[in-house]
C-alpha cells in the first residue's frame, strides 16, 4: 500500500492577516472581561467600548467579520446595554422612591449619623484624617 499523502501547505499568515486576528482576539478577551467585571461597574465600562472597537478594527476590506470578532462584539454590546441599564433603572428607582439625589444624599446622612453615633462633620473628619497617616 502506497499512502500518498499530500501535506497542505503552510502559508504564513501576512502581517494585516496578523493584526486581524490579534484584533479579533483582544476583542474576545475585552468582552470576556467586562463579562466578568460587571459587578464593579467601571471596568467593565471601560473594556466594553474597547472591545467593540477592537472588533471592529479586525475587520479585513471585503471579508465579513471573523468568528471571533463577533463574538466579542455581542459580549461586550451585551455588556454594556446591561450596565446602561442597571444604571438608568437605578437613577430612576432612586428619584422615584427619594424626590432627588440630595434628598437621597440627606437620607444617607442621616441614617448613617443614627446608626454610628456621629455627626457629618465627625464622618468627613475621620475619612480625611491626616494624623493616622503622620
Known amino acids: 500500500m502506497d ?12 502581517k494585516k492577516d496578523r493584526a486581524s486576528h490579534n484584533f479579533a482576539n483582544a476583542s474576545v478577551v475585552f468582552g470576556a472581561f467586562s463579562l466578568f467585571s460587571l459587578a464593579l461597574v467601571t ?9 467593540v472597537m477592537f472588533a471592529l478594527l479586525s475587520k479585513r476590506r471585503n471579508q465579513p467579520l471573523s468568528l471571533r470578532a463577533k463574538i466579542g462584539f455581542a459580549l461586550c454590546v451585551i455588556c454594556y446595554l446591561i450596565i446602561v ?6 437613577i430612576i ?12 444624599y440627606k437620607q444617607y446622612i442621616e441614617e448613617l449619623e443614627k446608626n454610628v453615633n456621629i455627626n457629618s462633620t465627625q464622618a468627613l473628619m475621620s475619612a480625611v484624617s491626616f494624623d493616622s497617616v503622620l
Do not use: D, H, R, T
Not at 471596568?43 to 472591545?51: C, I, K
Not at 441599564?85 to 437605578?90: H, N, T
Not at 422615584?96 to 440630595?102: A, L, T
Open 3 to 14: 499512502y500518498n499523502f499530500k501535506q497542505p501547505e503552510f502559508k504564513p499568515l501576512s
Open 85 to 90: 441599564v442597571s444604571i438608568v433603572s437605578s
Open 93 to 104: 428607582y432612586y428619584s422615584n422612591k427619594y424626590g432627588s439625589f440630595q434628598n437621597f
Open 43 to 51: 471596568p467593565a465600562l471601560v473594556s466594553a467600548p474597547l472591545g
